[in-house]
């Protein structure tokens, strides 16, 4: 963006803000309206409610060539009273990098499951999951339990950290026909989503337990390479079906920037039927789970 349009953006985004808070939302009671000719808080007491002082904010609303810190940039989202994606859009205005928001509580994922099952379930013969910041798996679909070995029985005594199922669980592990090759791509793109999050002590916490845990993580991990999740080919020995050849793509969530939809495609059309057939395999299997319950 054009530095002088980004600024008049910035200044036409705050002003605009400024405008539609009233004193009392915005804490500042017995102030006298009378006097106001327009609705909406003055500059000098956005400067005040933010700890700036009245010309430099002045500044910021004239569009002119100043730069902005973090903190400012939160002191003034806080006065303005923000909501997240005003906050993401006011720290894009100001040329800075947006801070990423903390994980999410078990709260917040008990709600949010739901919805997120329902998405990968719509891919009925690719697998797919969605994992967290820190690489845990949050949902998978029914063929992406198959083709992993991501059973219900299983995963229940069993960390449900990608990064450890691909390092220390056998089955997981052994779904890999090149395993050293796979896990360094895989460790690759962690290693690029962990640049945006080095400050997340959970992130340090399962490298640590890695390091200690499995030799060949050190290995990989001391190589420093990087690459995105998305476009990898990776080649799975399942031991029902046999070879499939898979591609990743990689989907962001606009809502939530520590959600990743991962979903796989099928390399060539035989390895799309190994899929399908992996698919009616999955599907019988939890029928016969359902009988045998009944």
Sequence with gaps: MNENLRRKELADFLKSR???LTPEEAGLSGTDNSRRRTKGLRREEVAVLAGISLPWYTALEQGRD???SDSVIDSLARTLKLDRDERVHLYMLADRKVPLNPIAD???WEKANPELQRIVDQYTHLPAYAIDGQWNLLVWNQTAAELFGLYPSRMRDCARNLLWLLFTDPVFRGRFANWETSAGKLLAAFRTAYARRMEDPCLSEIIGSLA??????????ERHDVQCLRDNLFQIQHPHVGAIDILSNAFYAAEHDDITLVLYTPANVIDEERLKHLKNRSKQMLAEAVSLRA
């Design 66 to 68: 100043i730069r902005v």
């Design 212 to 221: 200690e845990a499995a030799d060949d993580f050190n290995a990989i991990w």
């Design 106 to 108: 078990g709260e917040y």
């Design 18 to 20: 400024r405008k539609r």
